[in-house]
């Protein structure tokens, strides 16, 4: 199975800041990555798939990119709302595999 | 409104057998391929397996973890997935999601969620 790797896997960042997330793949997976958003007690969210297509709905603070073995997620300006676990998923083989995930907190 | 409402999670010892349930509406169920995704208590996200559209083949897909005891079929019909779970362990412990993936991102990711349901396996 494909393996990804996040990191960091806890963040502490203040409102205004630019984040940033990494995912990496145990082996290429062209662009068949997506980005969730998970809140305490809620389902995740999609937020970017494609690597970098933004998912309608999600503001344009969120963006993707990547291809291959290494993506990123980024905030540009961290909102209060953000504060969240975020995770990545591979859909390039035919068993799908997610990241152990990046829990955002306020500092 | 795009929805979907997962049930039929409990209480059950290990070894035993749980079916779960998640009724679609809002989308052409059909043509979207599902998955179950699961949580374990304080724990990451990981995929149980996938089941295609019809005109994709309906075929199925499982993680190591569940294969050859877990089973997901469709009743477009009804608009309803399913998760036939057999010989369940202490591990299968989570809240499981249904996901959908509907045809522009097939490969791309998975746009609609349930709430989930909960499922305990403990003697």
């Known amino acids: 199975d494909i393996q990804l790797t996040q990191s960091p896997s806890f963040l502490s960042a203040s409102v205004g800041d630019r984040v940033t997330i990494t995912c990496r793949a145990s082996q290429g997976i062209s662009s068949y990555l997506a980005w969730y958003q998970q809140k305490p007690g809620k389902a995740p969210k999609l937020l970017i798939y494609a690597a970098s297509t933004l998912q309608s709905g999600v503001p344009s603070r969120f963006s993707g990119s990547g291809s291959g073995t290494e993506f990123t997620l980024t905030i540009s300006s961290l909102q209060p709302e953000d504060f969240a676990t975020y995770y990545c998923?591979?859909?390039?083989?035919?068993?799908?595999?997610f990241g152990g995930g990046t829990k955002v907190e306020i500092k | 409104e795009v929805q979907l409402v997962e049930s039929g999670g409990g209480l059950v010892k290990p070894g035993g057998s749980l079916r779960l349930s998640c009724a679609a509406s809002g989308f052409t169920f059909s043509n979207a391929w599902m998955s179950w995704v699961r949580q374990a208590p304080g724990k990451g996200l990981e995929w149980v397996g996938r089941?295609?559209?019809?005109?994709?083949?309906?075929?199925?897909d499982y993680a190591a973890p569940v294969k050859g005891r877990f089973t997901i079929s469709r009743d477009d019909s009804k608009n309803t997935l399913y998760l036939q779970m057999n010989s369940l362990k202490t591990e299968d412990t989570a809240v499981y999601y249904c996901?959908?993936?509907?045809?522009?991102?097939?490969?791309?990711?998975?746009?609609?969620w349930g709430q989930g349901t909960t499922v305990t396996v403990s003697s």
């Open positions: 998923q591979q859909l390039n083989s035919y068993r799908l595999t």
């Open positions: 996901t959908a993936a509907t045809p522009t991102i097939y490969y791309y990711g998975m746009d609609v």
């Open positions: 089941i295609k559209s019809k005109t994709d083949g309906g075929t199925t």
